[in-house]
């Protein structure tokens, strides 16, 4: 996730192909056994997340992205596209709308922060400091919060408790793996301003944690 600098089309391609073959199954095997109502809500939120995330990886932030995480994401996907699908029933109205509003929340969080990041980290200027800015300002790892909270929406929309399994294992992994592990790169690389930083700035949870 940290230190690839080159774009590694390949590995995004890999992500790509299998979100395809996801959204396929979908639509051959699943979306047929839905209600209409379920149905429109599953298609929609499975459209904004194909949308956003493929113009975060291919447009907005073209990364490098190594096999290892190319294959996490493509098995985290599997999540997202089948499982949520194959869990949805019509459940509460009032969940159901609480969901649409965590998932269009924690999408802003998530590329917002990422995009307002970009003018910085793309100035040659700025080669080597410590990016503090934008959504930032509030969280060491905002963009991860965003999501959760999606992904929590995502969850809620299906009706079904049993998907809330899923963006609480995505809260676990954040905190028991990717922000430990991203911390310890980020003071390696950034030194002293790294953890001046984290000591004044919650880790995952705006005003929280």
Not at 1 to 29: C, N, R
Not at 58 to 67: M, Q, S, V
Not at 149 to 155: E, H, K, M, N, S
Not at 191 to 204: A, M, Q
Request: hydrophobic share 55%.
């Amino acid at each position: 996730m940290y230190g690839i600098h080159s774009e590694t089309v390949p590995a995004k391609i890999l992500i790509f192909i299998v979100q395809i073959i996801y959204i396929l199954a979908d639509y051959l095997w699943v979306i047929p056994h839905l209600s209409t109502a379920m149905t429109i809500n599953m298609s929609l939120l499975i459209l904004v997340t194909f949308i956003r995330l493929n113009c975060m990886m291919f447009i907005w932030l073209p990364r490098g992205i190594g096999w290892k995480e190319a294959i996490g994401n493509s098995l985290a996907f599997g999540l997202y596209y089948l499982v949520f699908p194959i869990l949805a029933i019509w459940g509460n109205l009032t969940w159901i709308w609480l969901g649409w509003l965590l998932f269009i929340i924690g999408s802003g969080i998530n590329s917002t922060s990422e995009l307002l990041r970009k003018p910085f980290k793309s100035n040659p200027a700025n080669k080597g400091k410590l990016y503090t800015g934008g959504l930032f300002k509030y969280a060491v790892h905002i963009n991860y919060f965003g999501d959760v909270l999606w992904v929590l929406g995502f969850a809620l929309v299906t009706g079904n408790w049993w998907s809330l399994l899923i963006p609480l294992m995505l809260l676990c992994m954040f905190v028991f793996s990717y922000i430990p592990n991203a911390d310890k790169y980020l003071i390696q690389h950034y030194g002293h301003d790294f953890v001046e930083y984290n000591k004044r700035t919650k880790s995952l949870i705006p005003f929280i944690w």
